[in-house]
């Protein structure tokens, strides 16, 4: 019977801290969209209108090198001038990454349209995620796949097949 109260406190104990972290994170995108309404407080400039990734690295992170990095060159070949993408020596710019609560690297934020950070990843993020989060945050729709689902008939649909 001990041993299941045990458990019952250390998942208590897991559950308390995996919502803290999730209220801590809503709380810093919340503060950082504040900051954000002036793009000058953000530490760098973005173009209008266009979402962002912002992206801090070191250069002795390897799965920065290694994962992160290729992940984010494919976003920028699929997107183009679609996506900005900001990259961010942490161990320079450590200003710049105090004022926005990166303990971490990899660490990339969403940013919207508006210029609004919309969500954080801490760790390594791989490019079919960082392109949900897209959709999702940013509003930003993968034009191919769009054009995938342009070509799926409707049920009782036929395909219809055209030949020159």
């Avoid at 070949?77 to 926005?100: E, H, K, M, P, Y």
């Avoid at 609560?101 to 609004?116: K, N």
């Amino acid at each position: 019977m001990e041993i299941l109260i045990r458990l019952g406190i250390a998942a208590l104990i897991v559950a308390a801290g995996i919502a803290l972290y999730h209220v801590s994170t809503k709380l810093r995108l919340l503060l950082l969209g504040r900051r954000a309404k002036n793009t000058a407080s953000l530490g760098f400039e973005l173009r209008a209108s266009v979402p962002a990734i912002l992206y801090f690295t070191t250069p002795d992170c390897a799965p920065c090198r290694t994962v992160q990095g290729p992940a984010l060159e494919e976003l920028r070949a699929q997107f183009g001038a679609r996506l900005q993408i900001v990259q961010v020596d942490a161990s320079q710019r450590t200003d710049l990454a105090n004022a926005w609560g990166v303990l971490s690297v990899p660490t990339t934020f969403i940013i919207d349209a508006q210029g609004l950070p919309r969500h954080v990843n801490n760790g390594v993020m791989l490019a079919p995620r960082l392109r949900q989060q897209l959709r999702e945050f940013a509003g930003l729709t993968d034009v191919v796949a769009e054009n995938r689902k342009a070509k799926i008939p409707k049920k009782g649909e036929a395909f219809r097949v055209e030949r020159g």
